[in-house]
């Protein structure tokens, strides 16, 4: 599975967009980016994926480059709950059973 | 509602008493893993399971046990604690790990190892 980059931290103002980046230069044709949060020692939640078109859900959106190097999830309208760690996870279909996380992205969203 | 469940949520214990963390899923899912998840380490993989009897190791098996031996549980032992144990551990089940879709999270078990 390829390597992801991510920030280590990012603020966001209450009600505005949240876009968090994803650097994935090394992806292949066949993996798929996976996004994830963890809000404050719970559990890992799944947000969203896509292979190469862009994607939208009751959660959020995500933009993969024409070239799929990079990616960003958005969150339209950021609330004070979303405040979490995201990660980016690009992984192969039909590769290994094991899911895999880096350090992710720390987003505050402040009043 | 679709969960996984974690028990207990929290627990101190002295090194060398060994426990066991179970973990419950309702939604038919073949796949169960453990995580860890430690400061500035983040979550890393214990133990997982494919399906009834089938268990394999993830990165960081050492000092752990696991079984299998009905889909819906997937219980963590710790036979020997020891206080390097001490970690935010997570319960996640899938029904389809070739992919990254759809992992189901408990709500985690603080273990405190004194």
């Known amino acids: 599975d390829a390597k992801t980059t991510q920030p280590t931290s990012m603020d966001c103002a209450e009600g505005r967009a949240a876009n968090l980046p994803c650097n994935h230069s090394?992806?292949?044709?066949?993996?798929?980016v996976y996004w994830y949060r963890q809000i404050h020692s719970q559990g890992p939640q799944y947000i969203i994926h896509g292979l190469k078109n862009n994607e939208t859900n009751e959660m959020a959106s995500l933009i993969i480059t024409e070239d799929r190097k990079s990616s960003t999830l958005i969150l339209p309208h950021a609330t004070l709950r979303d405040t979490a760690v995201y990660y980016c996870?690009?992984?192969?279909?039909?590769?290994?059973?094991?899911?895999?996380f880096g350090k992710g992205t720390k987003l505050s969203v402040i009043p | 509602e679709a969960q996984v469940t974690q028990n207990p949520r929290y627990l101190i214990t002295v090194t060398g008493k060994k426990l066991t963390v179970t973990c419950s899923q309702n939604m038919n899912h073949e796949y169960m893993s453990w995580y860890r998840q430690d400061p500035g380490l983040g979550l890393r993989q214990i133990y997982y399971s494919m399906n009834v009897e089938v268990t394999d190791k993830g990165d960081v098996p050492e000092g752990y046990k696991v079984s299998r031996k009905e889909k819906r549980n997937f219980p963590l032992i710790l036979e020997s604690p020891s206080p390097n144990q001490t970690s935010l551990y997570f319960c996640?089940?899938?029904?389809?790990?070739?992919?990254?879709?759809?992992?189901?999270f408990g709500s985690g078990t603080r273990l405190t190892v004194v």
């Open positions: 996640a089940s899938s029904l389809d790990p070739v992919t990254a879709y759809g992992y189901t």
């Open positions: 996870i690009v992984k192969v279909v039909g590769g290994s059973y094991q899911l895999t």
């Open positions: 090394t992806i292949s044709g066949n993996e798929y």
